[in-house]
T-cell receptor, first 116, second 116 residues
Framework: AQTVTQSQPEMSVQEAETVTLSCTYDTSESDYYLFWYKQPPSRQMILVIRQEAYKQQNATENRFSVNFQKAAKSFSLKISDSQLGDAAMYFCAYRTRRLNNNDMRFGAGTRLTVKP | NAGVTQTPKFQVLKTGQSMTLQCAQDMNHEYMSWYRQDPGMGLRLIHYSVGAGITDQGEVPNGYNVSRSTTEDFPLRLLSAAPSQTSVYFC???????????????FGPGTRLTVL
């Protein structure tokens, strides 16, 4: 079974600085999706960024970018120019691309604090 | 569009009671899933469905039943509640087309369940 590991339970960053959140995963599949979700205190799960495993180019979304290392099974999230609104729990997730299968696995999360 | 809706938002049960958590989506999504979120453990998949009449087990299915009689609804039933089922429950849906540009999972707001 696929597993996702986030080794940093908590991280903090100064406002306007850059922070990187780590994620590793284990799978025997070659085709899959990887995600970063943000969960603020409201509990709502918000998609931050997505990466398709067959794409070598790292995904970017405004201030958010990933470093996807397929061979190392590593998928880190970089947040540039951190803002107070970025404070939240961040979850890394893996999802198979097998047809008729919606199996999605999450890491335990990293709590990000942004200091003014 | 209301997106993914869940009812109730909060629920307290006594051990041994049964109840159904409701989930509905109005996006005509084929795929729907139920997750539970416990402190320090991220989200874990309970059951999922890839279409009306089709369901499958996820990572932690024991103690829960599901059925999918319509595309819109995917209720989660607790047959005999136990304190170990105290958690926050999230429902999610996606179009299941397996196309990266559109296959995004949308989450409901969650149901906080306490079993005494």
């Amino acid at each position: 079974a696929q597993t996702v590991t986030q080794s940093q339970p908590e991280m903090s960053v100064q406002e306007a600085e850059t922070v990187t959140l780590s994620c590793t995963y284990d799978t025997s599949e070659s085709d899959y999706y990887l995600f970063w979700y943000k969960q603020p205190p409201s509990r709502q799960m918000i998609l931050v960024i997505r990466q398709e495993a067959y794409k070598q180019q790292n995904a970017t979304e405004n201030r958010f970018s990933v470093n996807f290392q397929k061979a190392a099974k590593s998928f880190s999230l970089k947040i540039s120019d951190s803002q107070l609104g970025d404070a939240a729990m961040y979850f890394c997730a893996y999802r198979t691309r097998r047809l008729n299968n919606n199996d999605m696995r999450f890491g335990a999360g990293t709590r990000l604090t942004v200091k003014p | 569009n209301a997106g993914v809706t869940q009812t109730p938002k909060f629920q307290v049960l006594k051990t041994g009671q049964s109840m159904t958590l409701q989930c509905a989506q109005d996006m005509n999504h084929e795929y729907m899933s139920w997750y539970r979120q416990d402190p320090g453990m991220g989200l874990r998949l309970i059951h999922y469905s890839v279409g009306a009449g089709i369901t499958d087990q996820g990572e932690v299915p024991n103690g829960y039943n599901v059925s999918r009689s319509t595309t819109e609804d995917f209720p989660l039933r607790l047959l005999s509640a136990a304190p170990s089922q105290t958690s926050v429950y999230f429902c999610a849906s996606s179009n299941g087309e397996n196309r990266p540009s559109t296959d995004t999972q949308y989450f409901g707001p969650g149901t906080r369940l306490t079993v005494l």
